[in-house]
């Protein structure tokens, strides 16, 4: 089945401890992204990738890393997550950029206290 | 400066008739246009696109609108049904940077 997997789902942790959330996708996929949502604000883009070790930053990029060295895999790094950065976290992948349709994963619902 | 814009953050119609969700943006240089649905706890999913070289887009009971001298979008689902009820967001965008509205709810009661 064509998807795009994030994990965990559901995340609490302390500000200052370094997290990771992976997000995979097996439909060999150029682009990926990832997004914050928080009410009111809609969906926010944070970082995106048009390819294997090319990442940009999206509008929102302050306080996260991401990573791509393969093809298939593009983690969101939270090095020292902040309550400002409680969201619900979604990565998103499609075939060649944000104008072809983005495939989304469920989401990962972050707390930090 | 939010450049898309959903003014309406619900809508409630009746079954069978039409939904209309409006979406406007301020940057001309927006080259594609797409709406996605959301249902809770799950991702958005796509639903139809237009870019910016044409005027209207349609898939079934979905069709987008763009006119690009009022930097507006909408999409018109008719006829409207209950599993339709979700969170519609519009997204811009150009080269690898996407820009969503804050969503409008729809609900269509039976």
């Known amino acids: 089945e064509a998807q795009v997997t994030q994990n965990p789902r559901y995340l609490i942790t302390v500000t200052g401890k370094k997290l990771t959330v992976t997000c995979s996708q097996n439909?060999?996929?150029?682009?990926m992204s990832w997004y914050r949502q928080d009410p009111g604000l809609g969906l926010r883009q944070i970082y995106y990738s048009m390819n294997v070790e090319v990442t940009d930053k999206g509008d929102v990029p302050e306080g996260y890393k991401v990573s791509r060295k393969e093809k298939r895999n593009f983690p969101l790094i939270l090095e020292s997550p902040s309550p400002n950065q409680t969201s619900l976290y979604f990565c998103?992948?499609?075939?060649?950029?944000?104008?072809?349709?983005?495939?989304f994963g469920n989401g990962t619902r972050l707390t930090v206290t | 400066d939010q450049q898309v814009k959903q003014n309406s953050p619900s809508l409630s119609v009746q079954e069978g008739r039409i939904s209309i969700l409006n979406c406007d943006y301020t940057n001309s240089m927006f080259d594609y246009f797409l709406w996605y649905k959301k249902y809770p706890a799950e991702g958005p999913t796509f639903l139809i696109s237009i870019s910016s070289i044409k005027d209207k887009n349609e898939d079934g009971r979905f069709t987008v609108f763009l006119n690009k001298s009022a930097k507006h979008l909408s999409l018109h689902i008719v006829p409207s049904q209950p599993g339709d009820s979700a969170v519609y967001f519009c997204?811009?965008?150009?080269?690898?940077?996407?820009?969503f509205g804050d969503g409008t709810t729809l609900t269509v009661k039976p």
């Open positions: 998103a992948s499609s075939p060649f950029g944000g104008d072809s349709p983005l495939h």
């Open positions: 997204a811009a965008g150009n080269a690898g940077k996407s820009t």
């Open positions: 439909m060999n996929h150029e682009y």
